[in-house]
């Protein structure tokens, strides 16, 4: 039945999107083999996701633009496609989990695709039960959608391509959202499907989930393939070069903690006291948690998806009362009327928090709230952030690591005390990474705390002072990351 | 690969049970086809015996499916909705007596509303699109009710959202506020709202895309759904009160 000895075979294809200003395609020469796994990275916008768009036929049947060259996919011509048929042929997964569902119970989702093509109700039985054996997630099926973690939706998703008996995947970041738990589940995955010999299209920053299942590596910029190398090579990498072209770590254990920061003396800053949280009695979130976060380090929290971290974090924030407990800053008690602003939530998904129509607008709404005037203020701020040159800008037209930048700016101008920062890491390449990096640490430098809720163990590495483990609602550990407890960190990450 | 043949049973025990349902609901057409009477029911009717049954029947049918405590906050919403409106008729007052034209309003479209969340709660978006299905309803109809369907729990998720990153913003929703910058307080909901709402329908009707939501093949169904006895019963009822609503409800 194949024909051809490529999955995928590019020549000098050429693309350009009519509608918006992103980066298309310049001179794409690629050839994937039948079962090849290859890995596409470069920094966001370098033209990675435009790639897989035209595997999987979005471009240029959803995105429209201008398409150059010859493609074929399974031996057969681009053109010559169905986009329903092709659907049978290349499975795609996407970034965001909670935006690639469509029922709300997950049976039916994995069924969805065989609906929409139809399949008879026999065959789509067997289809799930084969999905739900060769993948092992039987305990997902009959579930509400609404109730799996990050992880969970990401693995219905494949599923849910799987079910459509696909020989080609394609993946868009798909672990962008996820935590190192996750990560780890969603190489099992990736592992099974090489196993069966799908041919693998992947999209990624994170790369080290990837080292035991790529074939080869693919490093886009300016929407050209410029570099590539085999794993083998890849691995030879070395860490200046990898810095100078943005790429995130191979393998987790060469990631050295390099950062010595003065061991000043700890100074107090925010503290908990037996803090408990219950939004139903029989289910505690915290239990009876103490720990103290020194003003003058920067803390990392963290720990697996659903177990109190965000929890935690939104306590501090004033978005959720506790049941019982105390939380103070230098000593004082605060109060949960008082907290929201005094501790200032970014949340991982900083468009949220945007809601005037210009820059300037942004910080002098939160100067009002934090009961301060002033112009200079804002304009201060503002430098500081470097957001001086937009501030006429409308906040949505922003990039993801400008909203950042302009919702950190709100709450410097709220006067607020604390800064918490939801995985403000997460889907950055390693350029972006490093800007964080010394973002937190300038602000830290105007005396405002930072704690930071993490799954990225390069940037906790590269930032972070100290460490608070959380698990099952409890504080499971607490320590200073340095050398001696390097094992320990990397330990949690990789789930061994 | 090894399969492990240990889950393959009750992996078809599970699908089976989801698919025979031990769960007692109706049909979705019946569903909707009662959502109708009671829509024209609660539009024709006078009378407060022909109300009365109407609610009292929506509250059985809540309770065939199980439904209790939507049965129970419900029948109470209706109550103290009657017990208000029987006050505020007897306050001769113009703002009381506007109030009181808003709540006889309410009570008009109640009856709908409470089925309508019944029909929400109780059924899977697979059940409507097998259901329609068996009429050869074109995808242009059942695939916009996958979509709204599943856009309700969204909507829910991505308020909670944008009202958790406006109290952190220091932007308070209270009365006050809404009653002296309803413009700006609706512009500090809406915006957002709508621009992550935009942002999830983009990304979701691509990934539709990847899963042949554009195919032109005759669609099928997961799910197998058949009419009951039970729905003609409950056809019945709803209509005999929809012939009684006609009639003026003139019992006396």
Not at chain 1, 270 to 282: G, I, N, W
Not at chain 1, 446 to 453: D, M
Not at chain 2, 144 to 152: A, D, G, L, S, T
């Amino acid at each position: 039945m194949v024909s051809s000895p490529f999955a995928v075979k590019m020549e000098n294809v050429n693309f350009r999107y009519s509608s918006c200003a992103a980066e298309g395609l310049r001179d794409i020469n690629l050839s994937v083999r039948h079962g090849e796994c290859i890995v596409l990275t470069g920094a966001s916008g370098c033209g990675k996701t435009s790639l897989t768009r035209i595997v999987n036929g979005l471009i240029p049947h959803f995105y429209e633009g201008e398409l150059r060259g010859d493609i074929s996919i399974g031996g057969k011509n681009i053109t010559s496609w169905k986009l329903d048929e092709l659907s049978m042929k290349v499975g795609s997964v996407f970034q965001n989990p909670r935006s690639q569902f469509f029922n709300l119970d997950t049976t039916n989702e994995i069924a969805f695709g065989c609906e929409n093509l139809g399949i008879s109700r026999e065959q789509i039985l067997q289809r799930i039960n084969k999905t739900v054996t060769d993948l092992h997630i039987e305990r997902l099926i009959n579930r509400d959608v609404f109730s799996l973690s990050g992880g969970e939706k990401q693995m219905l998703a494949i599923a849910s391509a799987y079910s459509l008996g696909p020989d080609i995947f394609v993946l868009d970041e798909p672990s962008a959202n996820l935590d190192a738990f996750a990560t780890n589940q969603l190489r099992e995955v990736l592992e099974k499907l090489k196993g069966e010999g799908k041919t693998i299209l992947i999209a990624e920053h994170r790369l080290y989930y990837l080292a035991d299942i790529a074939d080869r590596i693919l490093y886009m910029e300016k929407g050209r393939i410029v570099k590539e190398w085999s794993v083998k090579e890849f691995g030879e990498v070395s860490k200046e070069q990898r810095t100078e072209l943005g790429i995130r770590a191979w393998n987790l254990s060469q990631v050295k903690i390099e950062h010595h920061r003065s061991t000043s003396k700890e100074e107090t800053g925010l503290s908990v006291e037996h803090l408990s949280v219950a939004y139903t009695p029989k289910l505690p979130i915290l239990c009876d948690i103490s720990c103290t976060m020194p003003r003058n380090k920067i803390t990392a929290v963290i720990g697996r998806n659903g177990q109190g971290k965000s929890t935690f974090a939104r306590c501090l924030c004033g978005l959720t009362k506790e049941n019982s407990g105390k939380v103070s800053y230098e000593g004082k008690e605060l109060p949960y009327k008082k907290r929201c602003g005094k501790n200032f939530l970014v949340m991982q998904n900083p468009s949220y928090q945007l809601f005037s129509d210009s820059v300037m607008g942004e910080v002098e709404l939160s100067l009002k709230s934090g009961k301060k005037g002033g112009t200079t203020e804002a304009w201060d701020i503002l430098r500081l952030l470097s957001l001086d040159e937009f501030v006429e800008q409308h906040p949505m037209s922003l990039s993801g690591g400008q909203k950042q930048r302009l919702a950190i700016a709100a709450g410097i101008a709220q006067n607020a005390d604390v800064i918490i920062l939801d995985e403000p890491t997460s889907g950055l390449d390693y350029t972006n990474m490093l800007r964080v990096h010394t973002l937190l640490d300038q602000i830290q430098a105007r005396g405002k705390e930072i704690i930071v809720i993490t799954h990225d163990y390069e940037f906790l590495v590269n930032t972070c002072d100290c460490v608070i483990e959380i698990e099952d609602g409890i504080i499971t550990d607490q320590y200073q990351i340095n050398t001696e407890n390097e094992n320990k960190l990397l330990r949690f990450f990789m789930n061994i | 690969m090894k399969v492990d043949t240990r889950c393959v049973p009750s992996v078809a025990k599970s699908t089976d049970a989801l698919l025979v349902g031990d769960r007692r609901t109706l049909e979705p057409r019946t569903k909707l086809l009662i959502l109708l009477i009671i829509n024209i029911t609660s539009f024709v009717q006078s009378n407060v015996l022909c109300e009365t049954i109407c609610i009292a029947m929506i509250i059985f049918a809540m309770l065939y499916h199980r439904s209790y405590r939507l049965a129970i906050k419900n029948l109470l919403l209706f109550i103290a909705m009657a017990l208000l409106i029987l006050l505020t008729l007897r306050v001769e007052n113009t703002v009381v007596g506007m109030l009181s034209v808003v709540l006889i309003m309410a009570r008009k479209i109640f009856p709908t509303f409470m089925f309508a969340a019944l029909l929400m709660s109780t059924t899977q978006v697979g059940e409507m699109t097998a259901s329609l299905q068996t009429m050869h309803t074109p995808r242009q109809i059942t695939i916009p009710i996958v979509v709204i369907m599943r856009f309700f729990p969204t909507i829910k998720e991505e308020s909670r959202g944008v009202l958790d990153a406006a109290k952190v913003r220091g932007i308070r929703f209270t009365f006050w506020n809404f009653l002296s910058a309803p413009g700006k307080m609706m512009e500090y909901i809406m915006v957002p709202l709508m621009m992550q709402l935009s942002v999830v329908a983009e990304e979701l009707s691509a990934a539709a895309v990847t899963r042949g939501i554009d195919s032109d093949k005759q669609r099928t169904s997961l799910y197998q759904t058949r009419f009951g006895i039970v729905d003609i019963i409950f056809i019945l009822l709803f209509s005999a009160n929809l012939i009684f609503a006609f009639m003026g409800g003139g019992i006396w």
